[in-house]
DNA sequence: TTGTATGCGTTATCAG
DNA sequence: CTGATAACGCATACAA
């Protein structure tokens, strides 16, 4: 499709100077007389010239200035915060990102990586979906996870204190007199959630509470399923139904809140990642706040630094969690 | 950075063949024995080789299967599900996206833009931030604008009815018995504060009320500043005070929600743009709702449709907007 | 200060 | 079925 695109050699011919010196003119080298660097910048603008920086970054040793993103799905706020700050971070050193996601999907996940190794992205930052990445371990590329960390290789990663936030949370609606404190949050398989209940159980049986198993539920993705679950929980009968709830993340904090519009003030809650909002709901919302720009600005020092030449073994970046209460967390038991 | 990487130069003598063979056997083309593939595909495994996109894509007439798309910022959820609707459709012709946000800095739009063409993305999907795009027109490379329509050259465009959806709103205010209606856009120079500021007037207009200048405020960007303004009018002596308001885009639309907490109920409120919890705030907002997940599909298959050789002279594809009353817009005049 | 020859990794052409 | 050779657009080494 890039058809008869004028080349340097063209602008050459045009300019009537070789190959050599309009290269010299493009990259602001030096040694080109004042006249002739104007009759080849003359030329390139009569011709719409614009250097082909594929085949620029094809030499030997040269970056294609590139830095592959792979999350699970950009229109997620948290992912969208991560895009944002990775491309920043990227333009400040003169690179581009392609991005994609892969909606948790492991195949679709390594198709993309793939597709971007096959493009030569200097680096990757992935947030993992396979459980697995053996298949990428021996590649010279160099990866930084994100949110999750590497299994099957040796890589950076960027990821979230999930335990102590989640403890957080649980000791916040035990100090508010809770016992019967529900879980809903997705499939353990996520280190991130299992990560999370462990943080949840830390708290109660440091409390001295054993948990109710048929209050955690980590069979569930997506919000409305999580919808329909807070639901269940609310109709338990009165000696087993919680008095309060902790979410695993933003979309069954959401799914939660629908769930419980309505019976307003029944169950008290608190979610993990904060979002917009959340202090104007009917009633605000108590969450366990953490940055995920940062967490986009940190993947990214880490991707540069290693382009930069860091030969130091993978670190591991963990990123704190703190409790913002707004009410919802702060309603006491029946 | 990749430095070292197998060639099909390399793949080829490890396998005892040439590189043309590789080459038919990497993309699955006819005329190659099942023995001879064997081979090559066992010393592919071995090296670990990747093809070369970038090298691929620069032979004569070739497309790197790449679209440009630039927004004002990921960040937002408009441009995010827009982001994402690209990319899928995009996944589906076998393109990646490199995305950039530009926060309406006409300046950074354009450098963006020169690094996509230098890339030699196949096309281009851009919300324009600059006033004029003149410096785009001579550019042989397909481009679809997104949000606003083009100025300074042809092309494809997918706007919405911006006028009419701010019409909608402030006739559903009108139905509810309010006459002094407030207006907190965007600046006038952007096209679609200007068509929605124009909406709003053209409804009071038909309804034979004279816009009040002091309640038409149209010199803001960020949310902050909308929540001041919004204050301001909350402030203003009863007689000119407004009992209703009208905010142009989804980020007024969150400031003014900020300055309203406390004064609950004093002012009817109808947002332009939807957003998620929009229902479940403590006054549900009623908003002007678009489909900005389809504005990008439309986006990206307009896209697709020229690099098909579509000749057809620009179109402009317009899509629809809807009134969802949810409670904010329905608050009676005092 | 300017130019020539060569290579980057791949595909296309055309010959064996 | 297979292979040698020439592009693609640019940059690097080395002359002139």
Redesign the interface.
């Known amino acids: 499709?890039?058809?008869?695109?004028p080349t340097i050699r063209h602008v050459a011919e045009r300019a009537g100077v070789s190959l050599k010196t309009v290269s010299r003119v493009i990259n602001d080298e030096p040694n080109v007389a004042e006249p002739t660097a104007a009759r080849v910048n003359a030329a390139i603008a009569e011709l719409?010239f614009?250097?082909?920086?594929?085949?620029r970054?094809?030499r030997h040793?040269?970056?294609?200035a590139?830095l592959g993103l792979v999350i699970e799905?950009?229109?997620n706020?948290f992912y969208?915060?991560i895009?944002?700050a990775v491309?920043n971070v990227a333009?400040e050193r003169g690179f581009?990102?392609?991005?994609?996601?892969c909606s948790e999907d492991p195949e679709l996940e390594r198709d993309l990586v793939?597709?971007?190794?096959?493009?030569?992205v200097?680096?990757l930052v992935l947030v993992p979906a396979a459980a697995s990445h053996d298949w990428l371990a021996?590649?010279?590329?160099p990866v930084v996870f994100l949110d999750r960390p590497p299994v099957g290789m040796e890589a950076d990663a960027v990821v979230l204190d999930n335990a102590g936030g989640a403890r957080l949370a649980v000791e916040h609606l035990l100090a508010h007199g809770h016992e019967r404190i529900a879980c809903v949050a997705d499939p353990e398989e996520l280190v991130t959630a299992s990560e999370r209940v462990a943080g949840y159980r830390a708290a109660l049986s440091a409390a001295g509470i054993e948990p109710d198993p048929r209050l955690v539920r980590t069979d569930v993705r997506d919000p409305e399923h999580s919808q329909a679950i807070v639901a269940e929980l609310l109709a338990l009968p009165e000696t087993i139904r919680p008095t309060a709830l902790f979410t695993g993340n933003n979309r069954h904090t959401?799914g939660a809140?629908?769930a419980l519009?309505g019976h307003a003030r029944e169950l008290a809650l608190v979610g993990f990642d904060d979002?917009?909002?959340a202090d104007?709901?009917?009633t605000p919302t108590t969450v366990v706040r953490h940055d995920s720009h940062r967490m986009g600005v940190e993947a990214a020092q880490l991707v540069f630094a290693r382009?930069d030449g860091d030969e130091d073994p993978p670190r591991r970046v963990v990123l704190p969690t703190e409790l913002v209460p707004r009410g919802s967390g702060e309603v006491p038991p029946p």
Do not use: H, K, W, Y
Request: a positive charge; proline letters at 2%.
């Open positions: 499709m890039t058809a008869g695109r719409g614009r250097r082909n920086d594929l085949a970054s094809l040793g040269r970056s294609s590139t799905d950009v229109a706020p969208s915060a895009t944002q491309e333009r581009m990102v392609i991005a994609g996601s793939q597709a971007l190794l096959r493009r030569r200097d680096a021996a590649e010279q590329t959401v809140l629908r519009r979002f917009e909002l104007l709901l009917a382009l």
